[in-house]
Each structure stands twice: as C-alpha cells, then as structure tokens.
C-alpha cells in the first residue's frame, strides 16, 4: 500500500481575482504563502512523508517547498501533475471568458468532460497524464507515503479517478487553496479514501480565496 497526500497550491492572485491560470507561471501571494507554511507544519504532523512532488509551475513548487522543508526533504518536480492547458482561455477572467465564449463556457459549467479548451487541452488529456504520473510514483513507492502538490483541475481530476467516477462529475469534487486529501493506492490498485479537502488546519489564517 502506498499513501498519497494530494495538496492543492497556495492562493495566488489570479485566485482572487477569478482567472483562469492553467499553466501560467504565478506566484502564491501573501495569504498564499502563509497557507503554505502552515500546511508544511499539517503534513508533517499528521501525514509525514517520504517524498513531495510537485508541478513545476511556481504556485506549486513554493507550497510543496514549505512541505518538504518541515520534513527536511526536497520538491521533486513532475510534469504529470502540471495543470490543465486553458488555451485561449488563460489569463482571462471568467466574466469575459463567458461573454467570448458563451457556448463553450456553458459546457464548461454543466458538461466539463465535453470541452476541449481552444489551442488547449481537454479533462480526458489531463486524466491520462495524471493516472501515469500516480502510477509511476507509486511504482517508486511502495509501502510508503508520499506528497503530491498540484491544481484544482488536475486534483479534481485524480480524485474522480479514485472515488471511480468519470470526469463528467468534475464538478462534484472540491479543492480549496492549500486542501490536503489523504487516499491509500491498495497493492491491487483499488483505492481507499482517507479524506477529502480537508482545510481545517487554516483556519487561522484570514483573507484566503478559493
């Protein structure tokens, strides 16, 4: 049995401001950081780990730097867990992202799992590159714990894998800034959830954004 501790990154601005970051390069503001550090001190209490990957984008590898320095360890980056392409639509905020696109948007909103995002990728493109990256990791891991950091998409994406669901219930996953799920990958490859978007460890931190 191997132990994932799936992190979402800090908040950054485009958080708060609702913009589609995707794989903009952006760094976690203020409250963002902070929610880093105190989620480095969570995991190293409650969930130690062996290893903490993390998407190369900056947001990411700052969160999962705090992780891993509460450990004593270092962020090894991987490409799987990079957040989805938006294409056109990165950078933009949501208000003129439905007013370009209301079609598109619509789907987005009721049907995630039909949208292929204009000169991006789609949830079905992010899914494959995120079951290989589990299993790889897991591949390298066996009977330990370990440290995912990545994005809202991407770990909502993951989760409906392991709660057995198609991506057509996206939306039914959340994942605020900084939430830490816990789920077990058994020898047989079933899962076993030990919970989901948990965020109580920041609840003294004030000002944060989902």
């Known amino acids: 049995m191997t132990r994932?501790?799936?992190?979402?990154?800090?908040?950054?601005?485009?958080?708060?401001?609702?913009?589609?970051r995707g794989q903009a390069d952006i760094e976690l503001d203020e409250v963002g950081l902070k929610q880093a550090q105190v989620t480095g001190r969570c995991v190293a209490a409650r969930w130690p780990v062996?290893?903490?990957?993390?998407?190369?984008?900056?947001?990411?590898?700052?969160?999962?730097?705090?992780?891993?320095d509460a450990q004593g360890l270092t962020v090894e980056p991987l490409g799987g867990l990079l957040?989805?392409?938006?294409?056109?639509?990165?950078?933009q905020?949501?208000?003129?992202?439905?007013?370009?696109?209301?079609?598109?948007?619509?789907d987005w909103e009721k049907a995630p799992h039909t949208v292929h995002f204009p000169g991006g990728e789609s949830l079905d493109e992010v899914r494959r590159r995120v079951v290989s990256a589990l299993d790889d990791v897991v591949a390298r891991h066996p009977g330990q714990a370990i440290a995912l950091v990545s994005h809202t998409v991407v770990n909502r994406v993951l989760l409906c894998v392991v709660l057995g669901w198609g991506n057509d219930r996206f939306w039914r996953v959340?994942?605020?800034?900084?939430?830490?799920?816990?789920?077990?990958?058994?020898?047989?490859g079933s899962f076993t959830i030990v919970q989901l978007n948990s965020t109580h460890h920041l609840h003294t931190i004030t000002g944060g954004e989902g």
Request: with cysteine.
């Open 93 to 106: 905020l949501a208000q003129d992202v439905a007013h370009r696109f209301p079609e598109l948007f619509k």
């Open 4 to 20: 994932i501790v799936l992190i979402r990154h800090g908040q950054t601005v485009w958080n708060r401001e609702q913009r589609f």
């Open 174 to 188: 959340h994942q605020e800034t900084c939430a830490v799920n816990v789920f077990d990958v058994e020898e047989d």
């Open 50 to 68: 062996v290893a903490v990957y993390a998407s190369p984008l900056r947001r990411t590898t700052q969160t999962a730097r705090a992780i891993a």
């Open 83 to 91: 957040d989805i392409n938006f294409g056109e639509w990165q950078g």
